[in-house]
């Protein structure tokens, strides 16, 4: 990794242009286990941005290039939440995507542009964008050119379909990578279409290409080699359902919606509860937990019987469409309703209790805002403030890894556009003032 004399970020001496606790925080030490690590992010929108988030999480000091010539439409809409009406530097979903970076703001198209890009690439251990292939390169920033600064240097590129193939240039988000990978097939009902997917889709294809990059960057710590990564969004998304691919393989065509079923359990469904019974009033149980529905999942005979025991519904243990898994299995469509019948009169987690108690795989389908004000979610640390500068303070959810030795934290919110790139040009790289100067006039700063 790059020494600490090139890596030194403490407040002191060159201060950013957006003096602040903001800038200042950003620029402390960090923690996590990637501490030390420098990242230069050339995402945008949502996967992209997700996934560089994640490293910075880890403690990479992540520097996202931005430009007032090509805004992230994140931080003037969003595709899951529709447009936006406040300032760029204000988009909720921009802000939740983007914690503890740095903002530098370039015009790629100009040469001091570049040549800033090429200045960070000596300093940085990975760099990852989520471009279509091959747009880097036309910049003459792509991985062969940065390679030629920095030979150790970890490239991810997290591209729709990948950097080869007849495909490699379609256009991609949430929607068309699910599609893509088959799994929008494969979910819904079995008589009704295949449901479009949205904004997991991005984080699940940006955590992806995350852990690429914590991958080349421990390669490069064991050889000191860099290397460049082509992630595939779509088969980042892919890789979350085999069994189809087995299904395929084995049996020569494909696998078939199921909604909440299972190939080979039942019941093994989503049940309504007595907080359903009006469709705006939601029961309120001893925990808080505003939920209608209870997710069972019966594996074996013996989790069967502890549920018919919990359920009162003793009787249907010797009806004879029910007594083996596959009979089960076959006659489902009839057992839900039955088993509805009884859930309909619960609440949903005091249910659920009694059926973990018992042996069987239960679970109530809770709402966001349970999970918040949950206890166990309480208890292990809780939402995070943030206050980014020209907004509210909002909460955002910590990192789900809790690392005894080297916390993952948040430790700032995202930048404002731009905000730290006097900071980076000064501190990070050791520019002059009279340069960065000359750089803004020339309109590289853009």
């Not at 076959?330 to 859930?343: S, V």
């Amino acid at each position: 990794m790059t020494t600490t004399t090139e890596r030194t970020n403490g407040a002191d001496g060159y201060l950013p242009h957006h003096v602040g606790h903001h800038s200042l925080l950003r620029a402390g030490p960090r923690r996590g286990p990637l501490a030390g690590t420098r990242i230069i992010d050339f995402t945008w929108a949502w996967a992209g941005p997700y996934g560089a988030m994640q490293v910075a999480l880890l403690g990479a000091e992540t520097i996202k290039v931005e430009s007032a010539t090509r805004i992230d439409h994140s931080r003037q809409r969003s595709l899951a939440m529709g447009s936006f009406t406040g300032g760029v530097n204000q988009a909720p979903m921009f802000n939740e995507v983007n914690l503890n970076k740095y903002s530098i703001q370039l015009n790629l198209k100009t040469e001091g542009a570049k040549q800033i890009i090429r200045d960070l690439a000596r300093t940085a251990d990975g760099a990852i964008d989520n471009f279509r292939p091959g747009t880097l390169d036309k910049l003459g920033l792509g991985y062969d050119d940065l390679r030629v600064i920095n030979p150790e240097i970890v490239m991810v590129s997290a591209s729709a379909l990948g950097a080869t193939g007849p495909e490699r240039n379609y256009t991609g988000y949430a929607p068309t990578f699910a599609a893509l990978s088959g799994l929008s097939y494969l979910s819904g009902e079995p008589e009704e279409p295949p449901v479009m997917m949205g904004g997991s889709i991005d984080l699940r294809a940006g955590t992806a290409a995350a852990l690429a990059m914590v991958a080349g960057l421990h390669y490069r710590e064991r050889t000191g080699r860099g290397q460049f990564i082509d992630a595939s969004s779509s088969e980042a998304i892919g890789m979350h359902i085999p069994e189809e691919f087995l299904h395929v393989d084995l049996l020569g065509r494909d696998g078939h919606r199921l909604g909440n079923g299972h190939r080979a359990y039942a019941p093994h469904d989503v049940f309504r509860c007595a907080s359903m019974r009006a469709p705006d009033a939601y029961a309120e149980d001893h925990k808080g937990a505003r939920t209608g529905w209870l997710a069972i999942a019966c594996r074996s005979d013996a989790e069967w019987h502890a549920l018919c025991a919990c359920s009162g519904l003793d009787h249907l243990r010797d009806d004879p469409r029910f007594r083996t898994g596959l009979k089960r299995w076959k006659h489902r469509d009839e057992l839900k309703p039955m088993i509805e019948a009884w859930t309909s009169e619960q609440s949903a987690v005091e249910t659920a209790e009694t059926l973990r108690a018992a042996g069987v795989p239960a679970a109530a389908s809770v709402w966001g805002s349970d999970i918040h004000h949950s206890e166990n979610f309480q208890a292990r640390g809780g939402a995070v403030a943030v206050r980014p500068p020209e907004t509210q303070s909002r909460e955002v959810l910590p990192p789900p890894w809790k690392l005894s030795e080297t916390p993952a934290e948040v430790v700032s919110p995202a930048p404002r556009l731009g905000e730290d790139t006097e900071y980076v040009l000064g501190r990070m790289l050791g520019y002059e003032q009279e340069r960065i100067g000359e750089l803004a006039q020339q309109g590289a700063l853009e």
